[in-house]
């Protein structure tokens, strides 16, 4: 098979960038299409690959502010010429499963959600964002735009995969499509559980500072239970959130990945306040013999077992935070049970399914082609 990726933007490494490395490993030959690349802010695995950036790559400013084209993306991936691949694998949370492909060609999406600032919470995200008065004003006709384009665009794959039931389901309700589950993949192995000695007394966040990963409600319970908690991340919010640490808090910044596995290691729980699609920092600290306290909506329902690999919270607010946390100092946890129970996401299981999804669903397109 003659087979091309892609992706949205590479202009930082985050989940669908690391999903996007893995893509890579199954099909080193394929090119990866996208709308912007910044190659100084990824890593340098992404220097040996065939990066092909859409017109917006010469736009000014595009590499560091790709948002203010978000009206323009949609031209983006349809200006791609994909006509000479058999197979085309989108990996998408926005506009990359819109690229246009031949009826002999198997396009197959891994969508990690559909557009979530046109479908769900747009009003926080775009608040966030600090628009402008005038902005605002034509606001609804933008995302009213964008709704129609993305519900088109979501026509177009030949197979739709999610990255969880939660986000299958969504995909039914605003697509009217059925997909199929196939979880992101962590590297398990990287992780393992700390011996008793080496753990310490603090509860840990992983987390972008970003409105819907709430981290501010982290921070306001263990202010109030006066618990330690580190914080590692960065984002838009970091300002404010740092304003809202009490003297229990500790903000570590951005750390390298060998650094979070230490701390997940050592750590008392995780700390899982928002809701995710999916929630790789779960999966990660469960590999690590770390459980999870989760806010129980969204992908930390698929991966956090209650009482095995940690406990939920049923309310979204800092008391029912604080009650789960004093639950969780009643509770004993095994480690090698959490890592066991990890293995369902490693990596190889993401690659098995996704190699033979794309072999099946290749053969039967030529079928259907050829009929």
């Not at 003659?2 to 999903?19: F, I, Q």
């Not at 017109?55 to 000479?84: C, I, N, T, V």
């Not at 902005?135 to 006709?141: A, C, E, M, N, S």
């Not at 991966?303 to 009650?323: K, S, Y």
């Amino acid at each position: 098979m003659k087979v091309a990726l892609v992706h949205e933007w590479l202009t930082n490494m985050a989940g669908s960038e690391r999903v996007l490395v893995h893509l890579y490993a199954l099909f080193p030959e394929a090119p990866i299409y996208t709308s912007v690349y910044a190659p100084a802010q990824m890593p340098p695995v992404f220097r040996q690959m065939d990066i092909r950036p859409s017109f917006l790559q010469r736009w000014p400013g595009a590499k560091r502010h790709w948002r203010r084209y978000l009206l323009l993306m949609p031209l983006a991936f349809e200006s791609f010429d994909l006509s000479g691949y058999e197979v085309v694998i989108s990996n998408s949370h926005a506009c990359a499963k819109g690229v246009l492909t031949r009826p002999e060609t198997c396009h197959i999406c891994y969508c990690y959600t559909p557009m979530r600032y046109v479908w769900d919470f747009y009003p926080t995200y775009l608040r966030s964002e600090e628009i402008g008065k005038a902005v605002r004003q034509v606001l609804p006709l933008v995302l009213h735009y964008l709704r129609l384009w993305d519900y088109c665009a979501a026509q177009r794959p030949d197979v739709l995969v999610a990255i969880s039931r939660h986000v299958q389901r969504r995909i039914k309700k605003h697509y009217r499509r059925e997909a199929r589950v196939i979880y992101p993949p962590v590297e398990v192995s990287s992780f393992w559980p700390a011996e008793p000695v080496e753990r310490e007394d603090y509860f840990l966040v992983v987390s972008r500072f970003v409105g819907y990963k709430r981290v501010d409600l982290a921070l306001e319970a263990f202010n109030r239970l006066r618990l330690p908690l580190r914080v590692v991340g960065y984002g838009p919010e970091e300002r404010q959130l740092r304003r809202l640490a009490g003297e229990t808090v500790e903000f570590l910044g951005w750390q390298p990945d060998e650094t979070v596995r230490d701390l997940y290691r050592r750590a008392r729980a995780l700390i899982f306040p928002g809701e995710e699609d999916f929630g790789l920092t779960p999966v990660e600290a469960m590999a690590a013999g770390t459980p999870v306290i989760a806010y129980a909506r969204g992908g930390a329902c698929e991966t956090v077992v209650e009482g095995v690999t940690g406990l939920f919270f049923r309310e979204q607010t800092p008391e029912a935070l604080m009650e789960a946390v004093e639950r969780f100092s009643q509770c004993e946890f095994d480690p090698s049970t959490l890592h066991r129970h990890a293995l369902k996401f490693d990596r190889t299981v993401f690659q098995e399914a996704m190699q033979q999804l794309v072999q099946q669903s290749w053969e039967a397109h030529q079928l259907t082609v050829n009929q």
